[in-house]
């Protein structure tokens, strides 16, 4: 049985694509559970000047693909409202605090706020000061939700940060990376903590190295502008791989809480090696992709929005090593891109020779498929780990456990209202990974790239390969 929430969700951006794709589904699944009932409202903002209905109607619209129940979805939308606004103009604030006020007391939410900026970051340091000072925080929690892009560098996330941390302290702000809300992510620290024997050989004893693979079929669609700002260091590497790192990489917490688990995660990142400039090149590669061998798909350089002469990396694969006890000496091979040939998260841990002390064949491999397969699996030198070595890695024995996957964002939204941390990142793991992650900009800014460098559809440059073979290693995924 759902514990129900109690809620005024107010959604900067509330027109916009996130808001529709991923924010209203997510809450009407939760409706669906019976985790948002009666308590809840939601106010929508943007600058244009829908009506309560036509913004209902887009609400609904959204669900279409989820669900044919137009009652319930009905029902749904009438816990929505909305609120023309222009977050840089301090007289809206107090139509939206007086808004939110009477929908407290409508919907006898307890006065708890979810601020969601789904805006540009360039506004995300005027909406929260604009909630201090025009007084919108209540006696109730009040919890602010951003989305990646935390900064564009060190530098940038320290001013943001600065700006949010004067109406917010760090506790009350959400830093969503929704990798961190997929099942297999948030399932992993479970599965390590619930198998002695893997826990036992997660160190540099047994791991001869780990690796990490977010791919992506797609090129850049329709968000060429955004991208071209970006690059794939600063979209996945900067934030969905580094946590996937700190998940695998940290010790054992004290307890399953957030602090706990936080505190053995900043271990992790406090231990980055961050690479010197002249190290850049050696340990990590970029591309951009070209057209496909059938010349049906374009090249990077000619996507809209994109500079035809454009030096921003589609792919990259790196080596990350940590320095501590634990981990010294094993790499952590990352790579990411767009246009390779199947979408896939996936993380390889590669044991050596002397796992067999542990009861598994030298040199075995366990996968954990976070994506795209419905109802993620474990394989053990791919083969299903129920048909593996049970002894070694064991999962719960429930043959329905994975029908309980639910998506990303309906894992977060639950985490957001329960005032659970442990799946969002934290001020001082983002500061780690900006630092680490800075160096290699500078360095490839500071020289030109042969681009385009990878046909669409393949697995990147052949120097990701070389990366690992340098090692004597290889991908273990390769198509
Ligand atoms: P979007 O579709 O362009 O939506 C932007 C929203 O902001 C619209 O509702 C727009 O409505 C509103 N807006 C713009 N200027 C405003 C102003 N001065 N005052 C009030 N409202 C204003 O963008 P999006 O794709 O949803 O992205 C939103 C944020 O989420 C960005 O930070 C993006 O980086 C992040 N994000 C998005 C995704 C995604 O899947 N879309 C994924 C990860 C992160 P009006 O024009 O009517 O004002």
């Known amino acids: 049985m759902a514990n129900e929430k109690r809620a005024v969700f107010i959604i900067f951006g509330g027109s916009g694509d996130l808001a529709h794709r991923k924010l209203y589904p997510a809450l009407y699944n939760l409706y669906k559970t019976g985790d948002l009932k009666e308590h809840f409202a939601v106010i929508g903002t943007a600058r244009r000047p829908w009506s309560d209905d036509y913004y209902r109607s887009t609400v609904v619209e959204s669900l279409k693909d989820i669900d044919d129940d137009e009652k319930m979805m009905e029902e749904f939308a009438k816990h929505f409202f909305y609120q023309s606004h222009d977050v840089t103009d301090s007289d809206h604030y107090i139509a939206l605090k007086q808004l939110a006020a009477k929908l407290d007391d409508q919907f006898d939410t307890g006065s708890n706020r979810v601020y969601y900026m789904a805006i540009a970051p360039r506004f995300f340091g005027t909406v929260a000061e604009h909630i201090n000072s025009e007084g919108l925080k209540t006696n109730g929690f009040n919890r602010l939700v951003i989305e990646k892009p935390f900064g564009r560098s060190f530098d940038s996330a320290c001013e943001l940060n600065s700006s949010l941390t004067k109406t917010f302290s760090e506790e009350e702000i959400y830093r969503m990376d929704h990798y961190l809300g997929k099942f297999m992510v948030q399932q992993f620290t479970n599965i390590r903590l619930n198998n002695p024997q893997l826990e036992k050989a997660l160190n540099n004893q047994y791991v001869s190295n780990v690796q990490v693979t977010l791919s992506e079929s797609l090129g850049v669609e329709d968000r060429g502008g955004y991208y071209e700002t970006a690059g794939v260091l600063r979209d996945m590497i900067q934030n969905h791989i580094m ?237």
């Open 243 to 479: 946590q996937i790192i700190g998940a695998v990489a940290m010790d054992k917490p004290a307890k399953l809480d957030s602090d706990s688990i936080h505190e053995v995660k900043r271990d992790v990142f406090d231990s980055l090696k961050v690479l010197q400039p002249d190290e850049v090149d050696r340990d990590f590669v970029r591309g951009q992709y070209d057209e496909d061998a059938t010349g049906k798909l374009k090249a990077y350089r000619d996507e809209d929005n994109v500079d035809p002469k454009s030096n921003i990396e589609t792919f990259a694969a790196g080596k990350i090593m940590l320095e501590n006890s634990r981990w010294d000496n094993v790499p952590f091979y990352v790579r990411s891109g767009k246009r390779m040939p199947v979408k896939s998260s996936r993380i390889d841990i590669v044991f050596n020779d002397k796992i067999k002390e542990l009861g598994l064949n030298p040199n075995t491999t366990v996968i954990f498929l976070i994506e795209p397969e419905n109802g993620s699996s474990i394989l053990v030198n791919g083969i299903d780990y129920k048909e593996a070595n049970q002894d070694f890695i064991s999962f719960p024995e429930d043959p329905h456990f994975f029908d309980n996957e639910r998506e990303a964002y309906e894992n977060l939204m639950i985490d957001i209202l329960d005032g659970n941390k442990i799946h969002f990142t934290l001020w001082n793991e983002l500061q780690n990974a900006w630092k680490y992650v800075d160096v290699i900009r500078n360095q490839w800014d500071n020289e030109t790239p042969d681009f385009p460098n990878y046909m669409s559809k393949t697995m990147g440059p052949d120097a990701a390969a070389e990366l690992l073979e340098r090692d004597g290693n290889s991908w273990v995924w390769d198509d």
